[in-house]
């Protein structure tokens, strides 16, 4: 089974900090990617990546970065959050083509 | 764009059928999938749909019309561990299926 690990169930944080959140596959997929589900809105994509070192924005890249420097790790970088990124992040990866995708558990971030 | 609705919430007895719906508006379209994710969980894919018709898999079956932006996903002999969140995504055309856009999630409740 893949196995996509995100390192933290639960962060508090605060306006204006940088935050870090990873995630690793375990399954040699070429693509991973980042979405923040938050309710009414549904899964919404920010960045993905489709190999080392490559990225691409997806629908909400605004105030989002990006790190792919190893096939199985994928980060995804707030520069100086803020309230309004309080949210679940999910993480997925996928083999190439029409993959279905294989999610992390989350992350619940929250920025005081 | 992508444009997806879903019902927010339904509600069925254990033991019996119910079938939640996806109507898709869209500028580009390869298929559709479905994830199951309970609450605190990771989405989980069910299925994927590309051609019209209705594949069937176990329980759970899903149906797809292209023509008409339509999709669905039957629950058969319902048990208490189906009640979940049901996401409809739609994979666009010429691109990777992890740039799919979701719906919002059915929320499904399965009473005794």
């Not at chain 1, 990124?85 to 997925?92: F, H, N, R, V, W």
Request: some cysteine; hydrophobic content about 30%; aromatic content about 12%.
């Amino acid at each position: 089974d893949v196995k996509v690990t995100q390192s933290s169930r639960y962060l508090v944080k605060r306006t204006g900090e940088k935050v870090f959140l990873e995630c690793v596959q375990d399954m040699d997929h070429e693509n991973m990617f980042w979405y923040r589900q938050d309710p009414g809105l549904g899964l919404r994509l920010i960045y993905f990546s489709y190999d080392v070192k490559m990225k691409e924005k997806g629908d909400i890249p605004e105030g989002y970065s990006v790190s792919r420097e190893k096939k199985e790790r994928f980060s995804l970088i707030l520069e100086s959050a803020s309230t309004n990124q309080t949210s679940m992040y999910l993480c997925a990866s996928s083999s190439l083509g029409d993959s279905p995708l294989h999610f992390g558990n989350g992350t619940r971030l929250t920025v005081t | 764009g992508q444009n997806i609705d879903q019902p927010t919430e339904m509600t069925a007895t254990e033991g019996a059928i119910v079938q939640i719906n996806c109507t898709y508006q869209t500028s580009g379209f390869n298929g559709l999938f479905w994830y199951q994710q309970h609450a605190g969980e990771a989405p989980t894919f069910l299925s994927y749909n590309v051609l019209d018709g209705l594949e069937e898999k176990g329980r759970f079956s899903s149906f797809l019309s292209r023509s008409k932006g339509y999709s669905y996903l039957l629950l058969k002999e319902l048990q208490m561990k189906d009640s979940a969140s049901y996401l409809c995504a739609v994979s666009p055309a010429y691109t990777n299926a992890g740039k799919s856009t979701f719906g919002d999630g059915t929320t499904l409740t399965v009473k005794p």
